[in-house]
């Protein structure tokens, strides 16, 4: 895996920037060809994205701190001059939600509804840069055990520890979460979704669910624990999110229900 693909005079094409960029034109893709449905432009596409790009990165570094944040503070010029460095999804996640809630409620638009065309965008986004964090060598899991088939990373310029050793494909794995959320969220779309928020809880509740289980396998320790180890701060995240998803689940269901007597 190669954390850098090439170099073009001074410029290095990163892989994880390329999967994150190749992500954010497949978001754009799928708003833009329900566009019609949705009542949006290209213009209000773009600016959906660019909002999503705030929350994102905002929530995503903001986490990250959270996750050390004596060793950060100690080290705030490293930390400032190393931006593009470690991302914490759930942050992102839980950080846009509001960004996103806002900026719908001041185009009169109804939050759940556009959010299930804004889960699918944002899943793109998600399983294709968990490609490019396989790539860098990012979000890498434990040793795998003998006779355990994994991904050996070489690159010196890889994030993943320790070089050389077959490590737990973590990244491929949630990717295929993901993959499988999108699948599913096209064909419950396709079919007829019930009520709003339906299909982005679906997201939700499948990823927090599989990414549970995922954590366990994690290499990276200085993503944090809770509770003296018992839980990674995102499988701590991911009860919450599946907790919270269901009982959203079931409240605007009933409320679509209502709705339709």
Known sequence: ???????????T?????LFILLGIVAAFLHLYFN?????????????????CGAGVFVGGKLFFFFEDPVKYWNNMGHF????G??????????VTLPVLYWW????????WDRMDDVGIAGAWVHALGKIGCLMAGCCHGLVCKPGEWGIVFRDSKSHAEPLGEALYPVQLWDSAIILLSIAIMYWLQRRGKSFSGQVFLLYALVYGIGRYITEGYRGD?????????????????????????MLLYGYLKKRGLRNTL
């Open 1 to 11: 895996m190669k954390p850098e693909l090439f170099h073009i005079g001074g410029i």
């Open 13 to 17: 094409l990163y892989s994880y920037g």
């Open 35 to 51: 566009r019609v449905r949705l009542g949006m432009d290209v213009d209000s596409i773009s600016e959906l994205i660019l909002w």
């Open 80 to 83: 400032m001059s190393h931006l």
């Open 85 to 94: 460095d470690g991302f914490v999804f759930y942050g992102s996640f839980l």
């Open 104 to 111: 719908f409620r001041q185009r009169g638009w109804d939050f």
């Open 221 to 245: 320790g200085e993503r944090g624990f809770v509770f003296g180890g018992l839980f990674s701060h995102s499988q701590f995240i991911a009860i919450l999110v599946v907790v919270g998803s």
